[in-house]
């Protein structure tokens, strides 16, 4: 080999955001003039700028470039010992080609964000809020959520109480609020309440919200038994208290001789002749001719029956957990042949009145999961921002929903965007950008994104 190298040094230590450099000597041993060409390589080389990138050297001279990491503060810059390698390819002889390897320590660091959806929740006996936590730190969390209030006028029951969360994963809690005392009526009472997310050797991440509780009888009904009391004690007051005075006009008839009259008899009455009765005018039945049409419209129902919803870009199909839950995420997974495959078959149910509702008259559907019967949904009702998590939640029905979806085919790829009708159209997307390839994981999170044929908003509806 006509090439000695050296790092200096072998290993170093970075934060997350920062930068360090390494310094790579280059010594030509051989006896000719060479160009060496230096390539990063391994799980740093996104993160890694050389400079120069190529050097040329004198036979027994010596030189130098500089390696410079700069992981960016994110959950992909895994914590701990990274070992990365710097590709060294000679010009004149490409087949002496070496590698010299080091190691960069990425320290870690923890980013933890909670949100209430929704932050004000309303209910006679119960309210049920649930508390999203995002891990945006390069370490796995641990944390415990516990609930409190001023003057402890709610019980909480939370589950899971416990949560470990992955680097770039969120967990979704449910958390069940109980009034100790019901208003029977009255005026509804606002009671301000926490959540905390404890965690080791850190301060508590409280998230705040409200819990509106209303009395059990409403207001307007006092006001009408009010009135009814009323108009019951008025109208008992009239029937005792009044009294109609009564006279009478008739006077002494003087006797008078009776004067007997014969009775003549009444004229018999003539029969009349019947009516004649009129027949009965034949009842025509309206003759059927609907068969065709209602087996066009069983077809249309069973093509979007039972199928897999397939990425165009990643080959993976549309999945949610093996039990399925309300809030619970829907990603994609390789798409399973066997037994597991119930977990990735859809329906796409017409919406009521979405015959032709959406944009261009096309149809509206729900897209409810075969396995569990929950619907893709997103948060809250209204319209969702990019780079929303798609999940699942009970199937409603109501186009003023968010669950609301429509088809548009692409002539370029054959393929469909699936667009949320109340989210101002947006796609379904996997998380992740096609370009870099960050979107092939299994169980990368399904999410709302713009439309585009050259990202992963591309969807195949295929007959399993």
């Not at 929303?388 to 393929?415: A, F, M, Y």
Request: aromatic share 6%; glycine share 10%.
């Amino acid at each position: 080999m006509s090439l000695w190298t050296s790092l200096e040094p072998a290993s170093t230590t970075v934060d997350p955001g920062g930068s360090t450099t390494v310094r790579l000597r280059l010594r030509n041993t051989g006896d000719v003039v060479d160009e060496y060409r230096c390539v990063p390589v391994g799980d740093l080389a996104p993160w890694t700028t050389v400079e120069p990138q190529s050097i040329r050297l004198y036979p027994g001279t010596t030189g130098s470039v500089e390696l410079t990491f700069a992981p960016p503060r994110t959950p992909d810059a895994t914590a701990g010992p990274n070992p990365y390698g710097v590709q060294i390819i000679p010009t004149e002889h490409p087949e002496a080609t070496t590698v010299p390897e080091g190691n960069v320590t990425i320290t870690p660091f923890s980013e933890v964000r909670a949100e209430l959806v929704p932050q004000t929740v309303k209910g006679r006996f119960r309210g049920r809020p649930k508390l999203a936590i995002d891990n945006f730190g390069n370490v796995a969390l641990t944390a415990s959520v516990n609930g409190s209030d001023n003057g402890d006028q709610i019980s909480y029951d939370i589950y899971p109480a416990n949560v470990q969360i992955q680097p770039g994963r969120a967990a979704f809690i449910k958390a069940t609020l109980k009034p100790r005392q019901i208003i029977w009526a009255g005026a509804k009472q606002s009671r301000p309440f926490t959540l905390g997310v404890q965690r080791s050797g850190a301060e508590p991440l409280p998230v705040r919200g409200t819990y509106v509780q209303p009395g059990l009888l409403p207001r307007w009904l006092g006001v009408v038994l009010s009135m009814l009391l009323a108009l019951a004690i008025a109208f008992l007051m009239i029937w005792f208290t009044y009294k109609p005075s009564v006279a009478t006009k008739a006077t002494e008839k003087p006797q008078q001789e009776a004067v007997k009259t014969v009775p003549t008899p009444d004229p018999k009455p003539t029969p009349s002749a019947p009516k004649p009765e009129s027949d009965p005018k034949p009842e025509h039945t309206k003759g059927g001719g609907d068969g065709a049409a209602a087996a066009k419209a069983k077809a249309e129902r069973e093509k979007y029956h039972n199928v897999l919803l397939r990425n165009g870009t990643t080959r993976k199909c549309a999945n949610v957990s093996d039990k399925g839950s309300i809030g619970g995420p829907v990603d994609q997974l390789t798409c399973n042949g066997g037994d597991g495959q119930e977990h990735q078959l859809w329906s796409l149910e017409l919406m009521p009145q979405g015959k032709g509702a959406g944009p261009g008259n096309a149809d509206l559907y729900q897209i409810k999961n075969v396995k569990d019967g929950y619907c893709m949904d997103l948060p809250d009702n209204g319209p969702a921002p990019k780079e929303t998590h798609i999940t699942e939640g009970p199937c409603t029905g109501r186009s003023d929903d968010n669950q609301s979806w429509w088809l548009e085919k692409r002539v370029e790829t054959n393929l469909f965007w699936i667009h949320n009708y109340t989210s101002d159209n947006l796609c379904m997307d996997v998380s992740g950008y096609a370009s870099s390839g960050g979107d092939m994981a299994d169980k990368m999170p399904l999410t709302l994104f713009g439309c585009s044929d050259t990202d992963d908003q591309g969807w195949s509806i295929d007959k399993p």
